[in-house]
């Protein structure tokens, strides 16, 4: 399944992903129904950054998650 494709099964993997990789305590921010498809790309760019960069500083996990937040219904 290519996550290029915007679904909501794809955006549960992404913030799934994105919750692995920023290591969230509090899940319930990344539950994917306080998501809109319409933010599929926002949430597919921080994702792409997040796998890309790899490892990340407690201010740049910080800054994804106030991001993440911003995005939110």
């Known amino acids: ?7 909501v099964e794809n955006m549960e993997i992404l913030l799934e992903e994105l919750a692995d990789k920023l290591q969230v305590v509090n899940r ?6 306080d998501y809109d498809l319409e933010k599929y790309d926002d ?11 790899g490892k990340l ?4 996990t910080q ?3 106030e991001e993440l937040s911003l995005i939110r219904k």
């Open 43 to 53: 949430l597919k760019f921080m994702y792409d950054i997040v796998a890309k960069k």
């Open 28 to 33: 319930s921010i990344m539950d994917p129904e």
């Open 57 to 60: 500083s407690a201010s740049e």
């Open 1 to 7: 399944m290519s996550l290029e494709v915007k679904s």
């Open 63 to 65: 800054a994804f998650i």
